[in-house]
């Protein structure tokens, strides 16, 4: 295996287990930063013994037991010999070689959904919990935060400094809080979740352009946060919209791992039963409600895309009426365009560059890919093929993905084949 390629082998398998082993040792160690730093520890470790001895059949687990090990080490140092480190102790050493597999059980799935709670506490900002969130949870850079959210990077770095000083010093409680606190803290949790699906869905950087695990942890989040509080129809809302999303994933890549445009997609393989759990969800989240929630909504947008034989069968009039609904409720900026997006499929591509043209002088969209990207399209349904060159261009040098790079860079080689035509 290449330097290179064992490099981006390690970088799958951070992003894939960092969040598992983080939240089991938070529980061991009850302190967030030293959690991490741990197993940030544990990493360090497998990347000097891999190289010579070469990535375990079970590296996650590979990883925990020796997290396990380094916390076991710490707690022996500091002599804190409670009743917690006498049953993991006697776990781990009374076996010359672990068991790899049961290293992985441990309720990681309670685990996790406590650790989300716990950085939604109220004490951090919103700002703070979300960007933690997905730093620990969704193992995210801070580069590919920044981007998620359209912020400078430093100002994501700052923001988790300050979140981990602040939980080591005020110890907040590892737990799924009580009824009367979930409230308060839900509105984050449904965000990061989602953030974190959108992640995997469209990886802001990288060389793959989707990154499955990401997604089918956010969505597994989701279904149990619905287990645990059932008369939130926005909890049901996500959950809905991220198993339509969910659905296209084998139609979303080529064989090459290139992305495919949804007007490109083989409908064929989109996931019925995804799908059809989608609108069981989005049926529930309805009827706990008249009043339709963001998510609710956005699922009821992808529910129109989900039930469309094609994409000109696609009910685009209310496609754009529910992003007229959505915007009322949950203004921004991304949304408008994908608003824009609609009106032109609904309207004619004229009407939606207007629309888009209207953003352009957004500060929060300056440096945002997907806004060139979106002009160029509609620059070259309209045959401006110049225009739309240099738009896909564009987008293409904003662009963190390399794989959706690459493509952009092939739509703007593409104007140039239609200009001469």
């Known amino acids: 295996m290449t330097d290179t390629a064992f490099s981006r082998s390690v970088d799958v398998i ?19 930063g030293l959690a991490e730093d741990l197993a940030q520890d544990s990493l360090l470790i497998a990347l000097e013994r891999w190289p010579q001895s070469g990535i375990p059949e079970n590296p996650g687990a590979w990883l925990m037991v020796t997290a396990k090990r380094l916390a076991i080490d710490l707690l022996r140092r ?27 059980d441990d309720d990681f799935g309670d685990d996790l959904l406590r650790l989300i709670f716990m950085i939604c506490h109220p004490i951090l900002s919103v700002e703070a919990r979300a960007a933690l969130t997905l730093r620990l949870i969704g193992g995210l850079t801070t580069e590919e935060i920044a981007k998620a959210y359209l ?36 509105s984050s ?4 979740i989602y953030l974190m699906f959108n992640e995997g869905y469209s990886a802001s950087s990288g060389d793959r352009w989707i990154r499955p695990v990401l997604c089918e942890e956010a969505l597994r989040l989701g279904r149990k946060l619905s287990e645990i509080i059932q008369n939130e129809p926005e909890v049901f809302g996500l959950v809905a919209l991220m198993e339509f999303q969910a659905s296209r994933f084998k139609a ?15 409908r064929a393989v989109w996931d019925a039963s995804l799908i059809k759990s989608g609108l069981a969800a989005l049926v529930h989240a309805e009827q706990l409600r008249i009043e339709r929630g963001p998510y609710t909504l956005q699922a009821a947008i ?35 365009l994908n608003r824009a997006v609609a009106v032109s499929m609904a309207h004619g591509p004229e009407i939606g560059l207007q629309l888009v043209d209207g953003l352009l002088s957004e500060p929060s969209l300056k440096n945002y890919h997907l806004l060139p990207s979106v002009r160029g399209d509609l620059l070259m349904k309209l045959g401006r093929f110049d225009d739309a060159q240099s738009e896909f ?29």
């Open 14 to 32: 951070w992003r894939n287990e960092s969040a598992r082993i983080i939240a089991t040792l938070t529980r061991i160690m009850r302190d967030v």
């Open 302 to 336: 992808a529910a129109c895309h989900a039930q469309a034989p094609t994409i000109l069968e696609t009910d685009w009039v209310r496609v754009s009426s529910l992003y007229d609904e959505l915007s009322q409720i949950a203004p921004s900026p991304i949304i408008e």
């Open 151 to 186: 912020i400078p990077e430093p100002t994501v770095a700052q923001r988790i400094t300050r979140a981990k000083r602040t939980f080591s010093g005020m110890r907040v409680p590892f737990e799924v809080p009580p009824k009367a606190e979930l409230a308060s803290r839900l």
């Open 393 to 421: 261009t564009r987008a293409a040098a904003l662009a963190g993905n390399v794989r959706e790079r690459a493509f952009l860079l092939k739509r703007a080689a593409g104007c140039a084949e239609g200009r001469n035509n």
């Open 252 to 266: 979303r890549v080529d064989q090459a791992g290139e992305p495919v445009l949804l007007i490109d997609q083989n």
């Open 189 to 192: 949790v449904l965000e990061v």
């Open 78 to 104: 500091n002599k804190l010999r409670d009743r917690k480190y006498e049953e993991i102790g006697y776990e781990l050493n009374t076996h010359d070689e672990p068991d790899m597999d049961s290293a992985l």
